[in-house]
Each structure stands twice: as C-alpha cells, then as structure tokens.
C-alpha cells in the first residue's frame, strides 16, 4: 500500500493529540448520523443485545451513544484523555485508552468493529491487521463518514471557508473514495459494501461557529480565528431562516465488510 495521495497520509499527522484543545467543541457541535445508517450497520448481528462492539477512534462518543442506545455494549476505543473526559457518559458504553493499530482488546472479542469520522486519521495496513484480530468469525467492520454535501449551496459556501482558513489543510481535500481503497484491496476483509444516506445538521450562529473551531486543522492563530468568525456572521446573514437556522448537508458514506479468518 502506498503513500502517494493526501489521505493516507492523514495518519502521520499527529492523530492521537491533535484534538487536544477543541474536544469540548467536537462533544457539543459535531453532527450525529442518520437512523438509518446505523441500523444497516445492525443488519446481520442476530440480537444486538448481546453483541459487542468496538467503536475504533470514538472521539466524544457520538456514535458509541448511538450504537448502545440500539441495545449494543460498546468498547469506546480512544486515545485522546481529552475526548475521553468530556464525552457524556452511557452505561453501555466502557471507555479504554487505545489506538486503531493497537486496541488493547483480546483475540476474536467483539462482534463489530465501527469507525465513525476517523479511519482516515488511522494507519490502513495495522489498523486493518488489527480488526480482524479483535473480530469473532462472521464479524463485521463499518467504516463511515459524514461528507458535507457540496451540491447544496450553503454547505459548499461554508466548506470554502474552512478551505481558505485551513490554507487548504490535507484534511479539506479528503476522498471517501480513495481513503477506502486500503479496505477494498486487503486480505483480511471481504464483501465490501457502500451505501449513502442523507443527512442534515441544524445550527444556530453560535452552532456554526462552534462547528468550525471543533476542526483539529483550523489555525489557533487570532487573527485567522477572528476572520473566519466574521464571514460564519456574514454567511449566517446570508442563510439563516425565520428562526436563524442554518442546515450543513451531508451524504453519510457507510462502507460495511466481513472478515476474513
């Protein structure tokens, strides 16, 4: 596997600390995912009750919350001791220090290994060699994002912004198709299949200010900050409803696989 494209390299930029000053951004303003997209990830698992998954770079937990509000005990795995602190707590949800290439969990533990919004910031080959190490025979892997939707006007506008903030981060330039390419063409998986579902996320001025600062890769530097904050009022002006609503889109990416043993 090669390094010649911008999102496998993602992984060498410091994933494990670099959220470290923007979870409490990340725990109230990151979207959720559709109902949807998490119940394909549950077709298959004969009674979610007893299933055990690890949900691999669970940042704040919104998707561990998720999964274990369908009954499944969640293994939250994540490295960050900040996303860690400020995530709300479930009682189906167990917190543990580990990596995507080092989880800590033992052989062929759980029924389901998640990635929600994070495979990109994780090295493909261990990571991969990994989860299927922690996977029973007939387990699954589900790895997902939340891609802004540029074909609507408002979330391309917004995403241009974050582009020029970001000086064009490597992260701005992320491609579902390619950062999924490690698990189309790995021996540890079979049956890769790809589903979208829509999805959108409401925001108030402070939300959408908020939503941009919970990003690892916008600059701390003041004056980029208080720029950026006056084209968010700008592009609020612009946007907002009756009720000063605005609405990010997104075309959830969710991308399912067996292992192989």
């Known amino acids: 596997m090669t390094d010649n494209n911008t999102e496998t390299n993602l992984y060498r930029l410091n994933p494990t600390r670099r959220f470290s000053g923007v979870a409490e951004n ?10 949807k997209a998490i119940s394909v990830i549950l077709e298959g698992l004969a009674n979610p009750s007893q ?6 770079g669970a940042g704040t937990g919104i998707s561990s919350r998720l999964l274990a509000a369908r009954g499944v005990r969640v293994l939250a795995i994540e490295p960050n001791p900040e996303m860690r602190k400020v995530a709300d707590l479930h009682p189906s949800v167990e917190w543990r220090e580990g990596t ?10 759980v029924d389901l290994v998640t990635c929600f919004q994070a495979f990109h910031w994780f090295a493909p080959e261990p990571s991969l060699l990994e989860f299927r190490r922690i996977l029973k025979p007939g387990g699954k892997l589900a790895i997902v994002w939340n891609q802004r939707n540029l074909d609507d006007k408002f979330t391309k506008e917004y995403s241009q912004l974050l582009k020029v903030a970001s000086s064009n981060h490597p992260a701005e330039q992320r491609n579902v198709s390619r950062m999924v390419t490690p698990l189309q063409n790995n021996p540890y998986f079979t049956n890769v299949l790809h589903q979208v579902f829509p999805y959108r996320q ?3 001025l402070p939300g959408l200010i908020g939503r941009t600062q919970s990003a ?14 006056a084209e968010l009022h700008h592009l609020h002006r612009q946007w ?22």
């Open 100 to 109: 995507a290439e080092k989880t800590n969990l033992p052989d062929a533990s």
């Open 202 to 204: 409401e925001l108030d």
């Open 216 to 229: 690892s890769y916008i600059p701390t530097r003041q004056s980029i900050r208080e720029q950026l904050v």
């Open 26 to 35: 990340y725990a109230k303003y990151r979207p959720s995912y559709p109902t």
């Open 51 to 56: 299933a055990i998954a690890a949900d691999i």
């Open 240 to 261: 907002a409803d009756n009720k000063g609503q605005i609405y990010l889109v997104y075309r959830t990416q969710v991308y399912l696989a067996d292992a192989k043993h």
